[in-house]
């Protein structure tokens, strides 16, 4: 047993129950689970490992990253799928993704989950729908395994091409059989469903228009005879997947998802920025989780998804910072920013969205949707994933009034210090897991080696 006492934080953001902020505050540390809770002169004074950050930083929860594909960092920013809306971002890009090999897919998890926690991330959910070449789910969890990021893996899946009336190209498809037994597969080697896991499985159909309405009941049936392993999938992103559902399945994307059982408290879907009123409220009722990406949401103008509505009506919410080819970062304080903003444009409402509020949904908020009750706060028996930024920051000068709410106000890309699981991944700006410069020369070679 190894104890750990950070002390002296000049703001410990809790997102406690009572979401209580406390001032000098302090956390104690045993193995990779929070003890204790309090004023540095209320805490113990020593402990095997002691961090004293002198009054000078804001201390919070780990950030919770809800929807990604981190293979997507080798194909940022690519020049003819810059200006596409997604269907033809989609299509530009699948016969690219089809030259992903095993190496890309370790090298570009990686450098995302690098990025990732660089930005405040402790965990992420990444969906991975194609496998080419010899490429398998595996790589990428080797690859987060090895940097230390609290990892929801994701078994997508494509399985209707072209040919069938499907989006991508039949060569990036696979067998519907082949899928569920590499999904019975991966759950049975690596789902962990204890409290403080580090990697937990998911199975997520890519979307509507690339698999087939047996695959999305068939994947929910496995799943389902499981504890814990949840569902996950695109819904709703834009207004030609609308038109897509109500031509192909003769229903909106809420009733479709309704009608193959993809509603409840085990089920998230990624963006819905065109979910109809109804359906919010159904996502309500059914507890059905929601990863709002707003800046993917720009990026491709899909619109912005109505995060105030859903909140209104008690749908679980978190931050996705999407693919990292329609950011094109991959980074959770940007997000927690633009999600902020984008909630008062649309609706034309200064109040629409706190900074507070928006901290909320980059913790709890996420947590909540990939179902877990052991990250997301700083309080006794949380996992120990939390993060401290500096006030001391050129950008947070004359911002002391509320260093908290500073921390979404004034842009700020990275942490100072990162623990996940207990463990220190980001020490004084670095990342301790991984050699950076390394990492970036490897992922521009595969990258360029991909892209041609
Ligand atoms: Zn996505």
């Not at 040919?163 to 019975?184: M, R, T, Y």
Request: glycine fraction near 8%; include cysteine; aromatic fraction near 6%.
């Amino acid at each position: 047993m190894s104890s750990l006492l950070i002390k002296h934080c000049h703001t410990l953001v809790t997102m406690n129950a009572e979401r209580q902020e406390i001032a000098d505050g302090a956390l104690l540390v045993r193995d990779n689970v929070i003890e204790q809770v309090g004023t540095t002169e209320e805490l113990p004074q020593t402990a095997d490992e002691v961090l004293d950050l002198g009054g000078r930083h804001v201390v919070l929860p780990g950030l919770v990253n809800t929807h990604h594909h981190f293979y997507q960092t080798l194909t940022r920013a690519i020049p003819a799928a810059q200006n596409c809306s997604l269907f033809t971002w989609l299509q530009t890009l699948y016969p690219i993704w089809a030259n992903l090999t095993a190496e890309g897919v370790y090298i570009s998890a990686q450098m995302t989950a690098a990025e990732l926690i660089r930005s405040g991330c402790t965990t992420a959910s990444d969906h991975l729908y194609l496998y080419p070449n010899d490429c398998t789910l595996d790589d990428e969890i080797r690859a987060v395994q090895d940097i230390g990021l609290r990892f929801h893996a994701s078994r997508g899946s494509m399985s209707v091409g072209e040919s069938q009336g499907g989006l991508p190209p039949d060569a990036l498809v696979e067998s519907e059989a082949n899928i569920l037994k590499d999904s019975q597969r991966l759950i049975e080697q690596y789902h962990d469903n204890t409290r403080h896991a580090m990697l937990r499985m998911t199975l997520a159909p890519c979307s509507p228009f690339s698999v087939s309405t047996d695959l999305m009941r068939e994947s929910a049936a496995l799943a389902r005879s499981y504890t814990g392993v949840r569902l996950h999938t695109h819904l709703a992103e834009n207004k030609s997947d609308v038109d897509y559902s109500l031509a192909n399945f003769g229903m909106i994307p809420g009733d479709y998802a309704e009608s193959v059982g993809w509603l409840g408290d085990d089920v998230w879907h990624a963006h819905c920025v065109q979910l109809s009123d109804d359906s919010i409220l159904k996502f309500g009722r059914t507890g059905t989780g929601v990863a709002h990406c707003p800046c993917s949401n720009a990026r491709l103008a899909s619109g912005i998804a109505p995060i105030r509505k859903m909140l209104d009506h008690g749908v679980p919410v978190g931050l996705g910072v999407d693919g990292s080819a329609s950011n094109d970062a991959g980074n959770l304080l940007y997000e927690a920013r633009t999600a902020f903003l984008l909630a008062r444009v649309r609706e034309c409402n200064p109040a629409a969205m706190t900074a507070r509020e928006v901290l909320e949904l980059a913790t709890l908020g996420g947590a909540r949707v990939l179902g877990r009750d052991d990250i997301g706060a700083i309080a006794p028996g949380m996992s120990a994933d939390l993060i401290a930024i500096d006030g001391d920051r050129p950008q947070f000068a004359g911002a002391h009034h509320d260093l908290v709410a500073a921390l979404v106000f004034c842009p700020v890309d990275s942490v100072d210090y990162s623990f996940i699981n207990g463990k220190k991944v980001v020490d004084r700006g670095h990342l301790t897991t991984v050699d950076l410069p390394m990492l970036v020369e490897r992922t521009n070679k595969i990258s360029r080696q991909m892209v041609g």
